[in-house]
Structures are given as structure tokens and as C-alpha cells.
């Protein structure tokens, strides 16, 4: 069984701009798609007894190496869709996709990732220490989760970017079809530089301009080349007792810098900016 979530790309799913994406509205066979649909309920039921579940519009996450440890999801179809999307292969079927921009943006970090792909270490499992992920040259994390009910209309993260150790970043969406609450993702284009603070989050929202949602939606994939100008949000979401159900897809580098939100002098701007505002 094709467990690969890019089985159905083509180059008409795949855009430059504001920043290289690709968006596949039918991911992967409807087949598959309902059986993996079908063990997300053992997903979400696990989230029940956790803290936090009771906080609304939360996003509560297993990362790879403890979804992989637990006994429970031993037999699902997920384990092994985990392992395929952390691997090496995955990873170069998304080089090949995004090859040309990334050259383009990253061309210092095309040239020197293009000259690892036979190291034993190219590749492993994120770890929550960034001194083992250096070691390997990439590293990749699968993260089934979920927002949780919404008991008030809110948006779970305003305008921002990832984290600058992030090369490609993916969201592959289970949304239930009686779910009509929102929590759409909307990707920007910037007039200007832009500023950040705190979780790169943009400071200098008004020079935004929305270039595109992408609707809250079943069996739909977006991955994304991570920079500066990756600008997203997720829409507010409506009073729900349904949950928001998504896998993010990871790659990250702690051995190579792609860019710098110089946080410090941008936390300043931020400070004076709200005096003014005041």
C-alpha cells in the first residue's frame, strides 16, 4: 500500500510564490485516506486524558519517537506512515520537488546537502536535544495531532514564520466532514522586510497582503520551503466540539544557518511600536 502523501503531485500543485509551496487537494487514495482516517480516533481518544485537552483551541501533538515507542499504535497504519515520512527517501522526493528555489534561496545549503546524501548520518529522528539533532546533518519529525474543542472563537497562531532551523514544513489535513468550525491556513506576501518577535511572529503585520487560503479540508496536503518571507496564519476557528485534526511534517537542520530573525533589535522595534499605538 502507497502510504506517501505525495503519490498524487504534479507540477500544476506546486507554486513560487510568495514562497515555494505545494498544495494537493487529494493527497492520497480515498482507500487508504478512510483507513488512516478511521485509526485517527484512536489518535484523538488518547489526547482525552491529557491536561491540557480541557483548554480550548490547544494544539496537543505526539512527536515521531514517542508515537513510535507506544505500544498501542503498534499495529496502526500510522507507524508505518510515520517512518516513511521521516525517511531519507521522503525527504529527497521533496528535494527534487522544491530543487530549483532551493537553490535559488539556499544555494550555499543546496551545494553542501547535495555532497551528504551517502553519509550514515544524513538523516535521523529529531530528539529533543539540539546537540544529538547536530549530529546528523537533517532531521525529521511525522507529529499526528489536533487542536482541541473550541470553547471560544479564536485563532490558534496569528501571522508568523518557523522556526529558522526548519528546511521544509508540512501539514497533511484529516478534517472530519461535519466540521464546519474553519481553521484555514492563509499564506502572505510582505511589502516590506519582515520583523519579528517572540515565536517568529511578525511584527509588522500591516504590510501584509493575503496571497491565498488554504481551506481546513480532508485528505489535503501543503508543504512548504521555510524562510523569512513564509508568512502564515490559521484562521479563527468558530465554538466547536469537534477537534482540528493535522500532521505536521518536519525537516530540520541544526548543522547549517538559512536565516536570521534578529530577534533582539526586532523586540525593541516592538516595544517602541506599542508606545506609539498608545
Known amino acids: 500500500m502507497n502510504l506517501d502523501c505525495l503519490q498524487n503531485f504534479s507540477r500544476q ?20 485516506y478512510s483507513k488512516l482516517k478511521e485509526e485517527y480516533n484512536l489518535i484523538i481518544n488518547s489526547f482525552k486524558n ?7 483551541n490547544k ?23 510515520i517512518l516513511h515520512h521521516t525517511s531519507k527517501n521522503f525527504f529527497l ?27 550514515m548520518n544524513f538523516i535521523g529522528l529529531r530528539k529533543n536535544n539540539s546537540l544529538q539533532n547536530s549530529s546528523f546533518h537533517l532531521v525529521s519529525d511525522c507529529q499526528p495531532g489536533i487542536n482541541t474543542p473550541v470553547l471560544t472563537s479564536s485563532s490558534v497562531r496569528g501571522p508568523h514564520v518557523d522556526n529558522p532551523v526548519e528546511i521544509f514544513g508540512g501539514l497533511f ?31 509588522n503585520i500591516e504590510d501584509l497582503e493575503l496571497a491565498k487560503t488554504v481551506k481546513y479540508s480532508e485528505n489535503c496536503l501543503f508543504f512548504f520551503l521555510n524562510t523569512d518571507k ?22 530540520e537542520t541544526y548543522k547549517y544557518k538559512l536565516f536570521d530573525l534578529n530577534y533582539k533589535k526586532n523586540i525593541i522595534l516592538g516595544f517602541l511600536k506599542k508606545l506609539i499605538d498608545k
Do not use: M
Not at 50 to 56: F, G, Q
Not at 230 to 251: A, E, G, P, Q
Open 13 to 32: 500543485n506546486y507554486y513560487p510564490e510568495p514562497f515555494p509551496h505545494l498544495i494537493i487537494k487529494n493527497a492520497i487514495n480515498i482507500e487508504l
Open 50 to 56: 491529557h491536561n491540557d485537552y480541557s483548554i480550548s
Open 59 to 81: 494544539r496537543l501533538q505526539f512527536n515521531s519517537l514517542d508515537f513510535l515507542s507506544d505500544k498501542k499504535f503498534e499495529q496502526t497504519l500510522w507507524r508505518q506512515f
Open 93 to 119: 522526493k521533496l528535494l527534487e520537488i522544491f530543487s530549483c528555489d532551493l537553490e535559488k534561496i539556499y544555494p550555499k545549503f543546496h551545494k553542501q546537502i547535495s555532497e551528504k546524501f551517502d553519509d
Open 173 to 203: 489535513y484529516l478534517k472530519d466532514p461535519n466540521d464546519d468550525a474553519g481553521g484555514d491556513l492563509e499564506i502572505y506576501k510582505i511589502k516590506t522586510k519582515p520583523l519579528f518577535v517572540n515565536k517568529a511572529e511578525l511584527l
Open 230 to 251: 513564509s508568512i502564515h496564519s490559521i484562521t479563527k476557528r468558530k465554538k466547536t466540539n469537534y477537534t482540528r485534526n493535522l500532521v505536521n511534517i518536519i525537516f
